[in-house]
């Protein structure tokens, strides 16, 4: 027992103990998570579901270190991040952390390529030179390297979560956190975003999604339910729908008729 | 974020919205100019009024004897018979802080000139006297040395007496006058000067060799007064303490001692003047900055405003890892560049509304490089200033709450 816990700590990217978050709404103390204990090991592929309320989006937030726990203790690839400052939480967001939203939030009338610069940009140690590679390179393993230049506005939905997706993925991150990644595509687009982060995945990279469809958690390996701010299950998936080939079963569109 | 890219990301949001920084950027670009404008206005009228008194002559040092007291009773300033030519020779031979001098004698004359005739008042003097006062002379000469020497019977008359004996317009150059019966002839006429700052006409005056006046119309020994001009205007009070040395010495005064003559010079007037037209250029210009602060506040209010818009651009700035003084330097950038451009624009835009003005009202403009530079860093730290409290809101923003604003 004493080794395998461990054995945990060791390649744990994510860990927590005892997590707790607790909110102040005026006189009202709202409980949103009442402790999480959770590894998430390198190359886990997790889907955090749950019903708004349950916590989903509060855990979301502290593992991305865009929030701090009330109790308990987070150590992200080996680091607490429990008593990290302001600061100190934006440089591990920016070494450590890639996120994809529901909303793509890109920045507008900036062009795709510059938007995956974004991450680089606060990164001194990185030259102009380097980060335009990089840069490519991520729009490369998203398979729009040929758009590099267009704007946001001038591209489709599943693009933009693609551009999204590398920017999440241009600072190698230890793990790419997405926020409802397919909340508001339709269902091939879905498809095709949810076949980037299996074949990212198959390369060695942690991804965690949060999710509130059951069909979009069967894609990946591991489904973690929160309910009331607790854990309530958490299953390896046996058999993980395999994106790739479903989209060959889907009637192809062109991408016109997606915007 | 390396200041390179800073500057290039604050350069693109600003293009992002080219009306509303040109807007923003007005305010900066009319305050910069009318403090331009106004320190112009203000530099040149007080260089005009400088240039005014030392007409006049501002290194002017007159030497008075000193009022006599016959048995308690004072009499006027200079009653007392103390100073003579050689009192002159010695501060003009001893004294290296005065560069021209002249002794003075003064009285008042009948001109007589074809039927008309004149009273005004007879001045002899050496040539130096032309230059501590700055006479120019509009026609003929001045007389010279020499001819000061042989008591020559000629003068220079200003416009008021030649226009009063030969009738304006006629220039009395070569013409015979009689001065209390003696016979005088023109040799030069004085440039128009006006009044003076006491209303005293300047040209109501004849002007003749020294000792023509001292020994052939006043038949006197002594001298009226001594006039000297310093090296220059600072050299003032130097040459004033030399003069007194030589005069106390030759008096036998000893240095503790009251001096028997007195010394006037005209800087107070000047500094004065200077003094009026300096608290005028501040009260223009800071009149002036008020347009340039409201200008700050046209750049505060729309950097709020841009603050509040791209909450959702700083939030995801935040998410990927930008720091609060990452956030704060972009947008007290954006700030900055707009008080910035501004400014240099405002430079350009009053430096041609100077010109406008010096050419059409035809007032005195002077831009110094001081006020450009003045005016320059006043609307940057005006752009620092009002830029500071919407990029601490910027920068404080909690990225949670910035990624979800609608």
Redesign the interface.
Known sequence: MEQEEEGNMTDAIISTQHLVKTYKMGDMEVHALRGIDIDIRKSDFVAIMGKSGSGKSTFM?IIGC??VPTRGEYLLDGLDVGKMN??EL??L???KIG?V?QSF???S??SALENVE??L????KISSHDMREKAMNALESVGLSGRSHHLPNQLSGGEQQRVAIA?ALV?DPVVILADEPTGNLDTRTSVEVMDIFQKLNKKGITVVIVTHEPDIAAYTNRNVSFRDGRILKDLQVEHPRIAGEELLLIPAISEEDTI | ??LK?QVK?AF?SLS?NKMRTFLTMLGIIIGVASVIAMLAIGQGSKESIQAQISSLGTNLLTIFPSASMTGGVRMEAGSSVKMNLDDYKAIATRCPAVMYSTPTVRTSGQLIAAGQNWRTSVWGVYPDYFEIRNLAIQTGAVFTAAEDRAAAKICVVGQTVSKNLFGEGTDPVGKLIRINKIPFSICGLLTAKGQNAFGQDQDDIVIAPFTTVQERMMTITYINSIMVSATSESMIPEATDEITQVLKERHHLGPSEDPDFTIRSQADISSAATATSGILTILLASIASISLLVGGIGIMNIMLVSVTERT??I????????????VLLQFLIEALMISLIGGILGVGFGILTSQIIASIMKWPVTITLQSILLSFLFSTAIGIFFGWYPARKAASLN??DA?RYE
């Open positions: 937030n865009l929030d302001r600061d934006a440089h967001r920016n070494r996120f939203f939030n890109l920045l009338r900036t974004l991450p940009m606060y990164n001194n920017r600072n | 974020m390396k890219n990301a693109r992002k959702r651009e939030g995801i700035r935040m998410g990927v890892g930008a720091r609060g003084r990452d990225p949670i990624l």
